[in-house]
């Protein structure tokens, strides 16, 4: 876990700003699922998977409760669902910390946070290429560049079914080159194998049946119609039949963006997929159900490989140095940030010289100076700080703002 310091951490809060600003015009609300959850409404996302069986933050709350910190926002929002049953499509956003305990590298880290949309109630394709559609435009609004939609479908449960024993009779047949963990992995969830990264799983992964001759009719119109939907809208994308995701709830339509600036082990800046399954087994009505979800974590890396959305400056207008004993300084700070200017200054009774070099520091556009003559004058220097040109004034103090004002346009 680490510290996000300033001015980095900004872009945090500016991501998700950005991510509001493509999915509320479409209709999505904002909601606040809590971050921690009875561990109960974490199993039903798979506890076949890593991500529930190997790497909650799972413990025993005071009232002897079995709860986790959330490892991902779609069981909690569907949990939501079930409890308040809003009326359908409900379509909401959220944006929020999650924790998983992972081997920590680079864009992989035990907290991490994610924006994220999900839709119930609905179980239209074209609602698939709308969800899709949103995360795409999302990266072009941060202005990445280098960014693939990879598609693939999980079928319906059935064909999903099919394709597990398939795969399992492929991955047992060839067992002894498989590595250890995925011996195990291969026992408990066949199609988790296909997610392998490690070198002895690569030649059966890669002559492992596809999950496309498995869909039945159901599903493959359906993904026909996905696909259609993206074409109509020019958004490219490939056809990734390995991929299958890290949760066990996903079905029909699964998709990934992948940064193509990044290393291809920790490349997914985002991804999702249909869920139609969820709701019901956290004891809801049966209903369609599909997210999205977005590390931005992650996502800060690839706008950094590309140079886009860089930190944002914060440095201040104005700098007030007062060397009259601070009550200037925090009138006229006071003042310049009620008229709408970003104001800072010096502290602790500091020489003329220590405030000048923190103003230098501070990159403020302007200093305003006030010592001893300048208040018995009643008047402040202005001296600004980025032309080398420009000369320092005194002005009276009545005029100060209308000065600044006039300075920093
Ligand atoms: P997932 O919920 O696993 O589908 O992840 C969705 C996105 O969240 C990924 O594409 C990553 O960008 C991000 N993500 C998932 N796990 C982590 C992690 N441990 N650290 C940083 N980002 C993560």
Not at 122 to 133: N, Y
Not at 319 to 332: K, M, N, P, Q
Request: with cysteine; charged share 25%; aromatic share 8%.
């Amino acid at each position: 876990m680490r510290d996000i310091l300033a001015p980095e951490a900004a872009r945090w809060r500016r991501f998700v700003d950005v991510f509001a600003s493509v999915v509320e015009p479409a209709g999505y609300g904002f909601i606040l699922p809590p971050l921690l959850e009875d561990y109960g409404v974490f199993r039903r996302i798979g506890d076949a998977t890593d991500i529930v069986s190997k790497e909650m933050y799972r413990f025993t709350d005071l009232g002897g409760r079995d709860v986790a910190l959330r490892p991902e926002l779609t069981a909690g929002v569907c949990r939501a669902f079930v409890q308040h049953r809003p009326p359908t499509p409900w379509k909401v956003w959220c944006a929020g910390t999650n924790f998983r305990y992972e081997k920590p590298q680079r864009g992989r880290y035990r907290q991490f946070e994610q924006v994220d949309i999900e839709v119930l109630g609905v179980e239209d394709p074209t609602l698939d290429v709308e969800v899709i559609a949103l995360g795409w435009h999302f990266f072009a609004a941060l202005g990445l560049r280098q960014v693939e939609l990879r598609l693939n479908s999980l079928g319906e449960p059935a064909d999903r079914a099919r394709y597990v024993d398939a795969l399992r009779a492929h991955f047992d047949a060839g067992r002894e080159t498989l590595s250890e963990e995925s011996v195990q992995t291969l026992d408990r969830n066949p199609l988790r194998v296909l997610d392998s990264k490690r070198a002895p799983d690569q030649p059966l992964i890669a002559s492992a049946p596809h999950m496309q001759e498995f869909l039945g009719a159901g599903a493959a119109d359906h993904f026909a119609a996905v696909r259609a939907g993206l074409d109509a809208l020019g958004i490219p994308y490939t056809i990734d039949a390995r991929l299958v995701r890290g949760l066990d709830y996903y079905l029909r339509t699964t998709f990934e963006y992948a940064g193509a600036t990044l290393q291809s082990a920790q490349n997914a800046l985002g991804g999702g997929g249909r869920y139609d399954g969820l709701v019901e087994a956290l004891g809801g009505p049966a209903t369609g159900g599909i997210g999205l979800a977005i590390g931005v974590d992650r996502t800060l890396l690839a706008c950094n490989d590309e140079g886009v959305f860089p930190p944002l400056d914060l440095s201040v207008d104005v700098f007030v140095v007062d060397t009259t004993g601070g009550g200037e300084a925090l009138a006229i700070t006071d003042e310049v940030r009620r008229a709408g200017r970003s104001a800072d200054r010096a502290w602790d009774g500091r020489s003329m010289r220590a405030q000048m070099k923190a103003a230098d520091r501070s990159r403020a556009a302007v200093a305003v100076i006030v010592g001893d003559d300048e208040r018995a004058a009643g008047t402040a220097v202005v001296r600004p700080l980025r032309t080398s040109d420009a000369e320092q004034v005194v002005v009276p103090r009545d005029e100060l703002l209308d000065h600044l004002e006039k300075v920093l346009t």
